[in-house]
């Protein structure tokens, strides 16, 4: 277990991280998400060690993570900006990494890198961006570690190795105890793999909540109803967004599935159905209520 108390971090006169609070299982996978300047880099440097708070503390299984050996061996942390060494190629860094971290497998990244079709001698420094995030992550995986730090992961890999790594990662979790931690300022990439997620901005944390249980009490609504009477739709309904097209109702309102399509039924409407909502509604919806227009905040 990942926990953040109240932690902050100045540079100069700019606040990037203030009064963050955050607590994050073991076998989930969470999503943190912002925009740039959001914060989202320096949290996940400071989660790796790298940068020390101001204020506040960040512990791993218990243990304070800066200047904490044991604590360290426990993640890999893999930057927007992977680093190599000069002229290294993947298995002179494989063997670099195996003296960092002692359950590194080897014999299974060769074979990753025959799966993913990277060659085993070449120099790192001629890799695309897209190949030198793969390598990253297949050194993240195959270090054994119980926790992956990633900074926007699926920059610059096409949709196919998007969802290659993503069903890399589930199946991790399903094998061992491994909990990714993916920073990425858009929505619509972490939508299908996250248990729960986390939304930094300016600094703070807006909300942090469990997936399922946010699209379990929010419902997308459309119906055509015999009468215009909105009054009487606001007095059934938490209405979170509404519209209207003539008839036609589009609404997003909270409540259970069960719940909505109940009080439906008693207006007699000619026709009503639930529309699945994206991760990107939801957020649209949670953060509209507090006063935040997210979609000036994330793509």
Same mark, same amino acid.
């Given at each position: 277990?990942?926990?953040?108390?109240?932690?902050?971090?100045?540079?100069?006169?700019?606040?990037?991280?203030?009064?963050?609070?955050?607590?994050?299982?073991?076998?989930?996978?969470?999503?943190?998400?912002?925009?740039?300047?959001?914060?989202?880099?320096?949290?996940?440097?400071?989660?790796?060690?790298?940068?020390?708070?101001?204020?506040?503390?960040?512990?791993?299984?218990?243990?304070?993570?800066?200047?904490?050996?044991?604590?360290?061996?426990?993640?890999?942390?893999?930057?927007?900006?992977?680093?190599?060494?000069?002229?290294?190629?993947?298995?002179?860094?494989?063997?670099?990494?195996?003296?960092?971290?002692?359950?590194?497998?080897?014999?299974?990244?060769?074979?990753?890198?025959?799966?993913?079709?990277?060659?085993?001698?070449?120099?790192?420094?001629?890799?695309?961006?897209?190949?030198?995030?793969? +390598?990253?992550? #297949?050194?993240? &995986? $195959?270090?054994? *570690?119980?926790? %992956?730090?990633?900074?926007?992961?699926?920059?610059?890999? /096409?949709?196919?190795?998007?969802?290659?790594?993503?069903?890399?990662?589930?199946?991790?979790?399903?094998?061992?105890?491994?909990?990714?931690?993916?920073?990425?300022?858009? +929505?619509?990439? #972490?939508?299908? &793999? $996250?248990?729960? *997620?986390?939304? %930094?901005?300016?600094?703070?944390?807006?909300?942090?909540? /469990?997936?399922?249980?946010?699209?379990?009490?929010?419902?997308?609504?459309?119906?055509?109803?015999?009468?215009?009477?909105?009054?009487?739709?606001?007095?059934?309904?938490?209405?979170?967004?509404?519209?209207?097209?003539?008839?036609? *109702?589009?609404?997003?309102?909270?409540?259970?599935?069960?719940?909505?399509?109940?009080?439906?039924?008693?207006?007699?409407?000619?026709?009503?159905?639930?529309?699945?909502?994206?991760?990107?509604?939801?957020?649209?919806?949670?953060?509209?209520?507090?006063?935040?227009?997210?979609?000036?905040?994330?793509?």
């Amino acid at each position: 277990m990942i926990e953040i108390k109240k932690v902050s971090k100045r540079f100069d006169k700019i606040e990037a991280v203030s009064d963050v609070s955050l607590s994050i299982e073991q076998g989930q996978v969470f999503g943190l998400l912002g925009t740039n300047g959001a914060g989202k880099s320096t949290l996940l440097r400071m989660m790796a060690g790298v940068l020390k708070p101001d204020e506040g503390e960040i512990l791993i299984d218990g243990e304070a993570v800066w200047d904490c050996v044991e604590a360290k061996q426990k993640f890999f942390y893999i930057s927007d900006e992977q680093y190599f060494f000069p002229n290294a190629t993947p298995l002179d860094m494989a063997a670099f990494y195996k003296t960092l971290y002692p359950a590194f497998n080897e014999k299974r990244f060769r074979k990753f890198l025959v799966k993913f079709t990277l060659q085993k001698d070449r120099k790192i420094q001629t890799f695309s961006k897209g190949m030198k995030k793969q +390598l990253s992550i #297949l050194f993240g &995986i $195959c270090s054994g *570690v119980e926790y %992956l730090f990633c900074d926007e992961t699926f920059d610059g890999l /096409d949709p196919v190795m998007r969802q290659g790594i993503k069903s890399i990662l589930a199946n991790e979790i399903d094998e061992r105890k491994f909990t990714p931690i993916i920073a990425s300022h858009n +929505l619509r990439e #972490l939508e299908d &793999i $996250c248990d729960r *997620v986390g939304l %930094l901005h300016k600094g703070g944390v807006l909300l942090s909540k /469990d997936l399922e249980t946010m699209k379990c009490n929010i419902q997308k609504v459309q119906c055509a109803l015999p009468g215009e009477d909105d009054k009487k739709l606001e007095k059934m309904f938490d209405i979170l967004q509404f519209n209207r097209r003539g008839k036609l *109702v589009t609404m997003t309102v909270r409540g259970s599935e069960e719940q909505v399509m109940a009080k439906l039924s008693v207006l007699k409407p000619v026709f009503y159905e639930c529309i699945p909502l994206s991760l990107e509604e939801i957020f649209i919806s949670e953060t509209e209520v507090v006063g935040y227009d997210i979609k000036n905040l994330i793509l």
